[in-house]
C-alpha cells in the first residue's frame, strides 16, 4: 500500500479515499471532463470508472482544504512491469483550478514512487484532450507512444525521477 499523505502546501491535507468521498470525487470528475464527451463522442473513462471498486483496488486519494472539502483526486498504481507508479487519473475540482492543486497531487505521485522504489510516473489521455497535450510535457513528462485501447485514442507518457528524488 502506497501512503504519501503529506501535502506540500499549508493549508491542504492528502488523506486515502474511502467511499464517503466517492461522490465527491465522481462529481469533480463529472465536471473537469464533460466538457471532453463532444470532442471524443463518448465519456471519457474516468466518467465511467467506479470509484467504490478503485477504493478497493488501486491508491486513491483526495486532496482537501483548509475547510476539509474535496479539491482533488489521484489515482496511483505500482507497474513494476514499467518501475513505475501510474497515475490512472488525476483530477482537481474546476471551481479549485489554478492553484497549484494538481502540483501537490503530482508531488503526492512522485512520493508514491520513492516509497515503492519506482524510478518514474507514468499516464496517459486521450489524445482529443489536447489541452493535456502541452501541459503533461511542461510537467516533466515525455510522450512514449499512442495507441487505441478501450475504444479511446490514448497518448502515453513517462517521467523519470532522476536518483536525488528517489
Known sequence: MIDPTQASRPGLTIVRASSEHVPAIKAMVD???????????KPPAPMTADYETM?????????????KETVGSIVLGVNRTTDSIEIDNIVVDPTSQGRGYGRVLLDCAEEAARCQGCTA????????MYENLTMYPKMGFLETGRRTEDGFERVYFRKFLTSSEL
Open 31 to 41: 465536471a473537469s471532463y464533460s466538457k471532453y464527451i463532444e470532442r471524443i463522442g
Open 55 to 67: 477504493i478497493q483496488t488501486h491508491d486513491v486519494f483526495v486532496l482537501q482544504n483548509e475547510m
Open 121 to 128: 510516473l507514468t499516464l496517459y489521455t486521450n489524445v482529443k
